[in-house]
């Protein structure tokens, strides 16, 4: 080999050694956000239209009433979001703001003249109640027929049976992972979910709806073995454990898309207010291996409050011999 040639070799061989080391040092595009502020103003839009269709052609306007017990900052907030949100597609709007030692018996009051009152359709009592009062019994009081949160034992067990009736609302966190997950192009179809969470509120009522989308879906809870093995098999992680920032950017398969519903609060000395809410998953380590994820604030919370309004709208089309939106 001549010494051109052989210089000529080297420089071939360097080439193309930084060209492999270029494309295996490659980062991978970065997971997006899903903007659950813009989906659920769109949602919203859409029902503000439906409103005026439903007072046009059945001069009826749908009606919700949210009951708040005691003076919880995190509900309180929630509660006030709640009847903004009421109030800006149209909503009627009642609001029973009543003290933390108020009696079981005298909420239950409250409860059953909402029942009674034909111009509310929908009945929301915030949740966590203090600890004297039965929440259970207070869920169950709630007429069937105005169940905002879609909590009952009948709507919960319409949810879960196949081939059952429709239920006549859906827990709205669930719904709104779910309306996410759909608005953003992720087909659920045959994909493996995992579930972080079992509540009643989100974990529980969120695996049935992925499983009616046929999705494969694992159910993760305190007391699961070897938790990050599973998530890592997740192409959809709904995460739903009150932890912040458990979920590790390590335990997650490369391209999975993460619906975050924790919304936790966590010392920050940096922030005027003291404090800054994170998810329950690591979000700055996250994004670079999944494909989409939803951001907190401002992905599943605004849905919760879009979905509260679908299913008082369903409820009172429900109300006029309608068919759910
Ligand atoms: N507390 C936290 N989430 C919810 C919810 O979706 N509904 C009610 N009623 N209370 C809550």
Partial sequence: MTQTNLLLGVAIAGVAIAATASLLGRKRKEGTNID??????????E????????????????GLAVVLVGNRPDSATYVRMKKKAAA?????SVDVELDVGVTQEELLQHVEDLNNDPKIHGILVQLP???????ALVLKRIAVEKDADGFSALNIGNLCLKGGDHPLSVPCTPAGCIELLERS??????KDAVVLGR?????MPVAQLLVHKNATVTVCHSR???I?????????????????????????KPGCVVIDVGINSVDDKTKKRGYRLTGDVAFAEAKPVCSQITPVPGGVGPMTIAMLLKNTLNLARHSSGLTPI
């Fill in 36 to 45: 659950g502020k813009a989906i659920a103003a769109t949602i919203r839009a």
């Fill in 47 to 62: 029902i503000k239209d439906h409103v005026a269709q439903l007072q046009k052609e059945k001069d009826v306007t749908p």
């Fill in 88 to 92: 800006e597609v149209n909503f009627h």
């Fill in 129 to 135: 109640l203090p600890k004297h009062i039965d929440e």
């Fill in 185 to 190: 192009n992720v087909d659920i179809s045959g």
């Fill in 199 to 203: 509540s009643n509120i989100v974990g």
């Fill in 224 to 226: 699961t073995k070897n």
């Fill in 228 to 252: 990050e093995q599973k998530v890592r098999q997740a192409d959809i992680v709904v995460a739903a454990i009150g932890k912040a920032d458990m979920v590790k950017g390590s335990w997650l």
